[in-house]
């Protein structure tokens, strides 16, 4: 599946390549670059990329992985982390969603987590 990457620069490959390690327990691609912080309100934590390409500065690295080893996502669509770990960028744990249904699997998977958590210390 890295039919995609021919089409990329090689330099910025390399770049991508060097900053990621694969966590064994789970096969997330932890991102070793800039991985925005959490605000107040608990948006953030997504690795992002500053690089210059066709005109954008600046993308997730998540986003960008997956459209170099996959195909550009489809108009319409966003990227949802079925692994429910914001900085991974492992384009196996990358899924095309509408918006609705990316926000539908985080409300719950934030209210499996909620409940864990209340079972664990019940």
């Not at 095309?96 to 987590?113: C, D, M, P, Q």
Request: charged share 25%; with cysteine.
């Amino acid at each position: 599946m890295l039919g995609n990457l021919a089409a990329y620069p090689p330099a910025l490959v390399l770049y991508m390549r060097q900053r990621v390690v694969v966590d064994q327990a789970t096969g997330c691609w932890r991102w070793l670059g800039n991985v925005k912080p959490l605000d107040k309100r608990g948006r953030g934590g997504y690795a992002g990329v500053y690089i210059r390409l066709s005109g954008v500065y600046g993308r997730l690295a998540a986003r960008l992985l997956y459209e170099m080893i996959h195909a550009p996502v489809s108009d319409g669509l966003e990227l949802d982390h079925t692994c429910q770990d914001r900085p991974c960028v492992s384009p196996l744990h990358l899924e095309e969603v509408t918006h609705s249904e990316n926000i539908r699997r985080g409300l719950f998977a934030k209210y499996e987590r909620r409940h864990q958590e209340a079972m664990a210390g019940a």
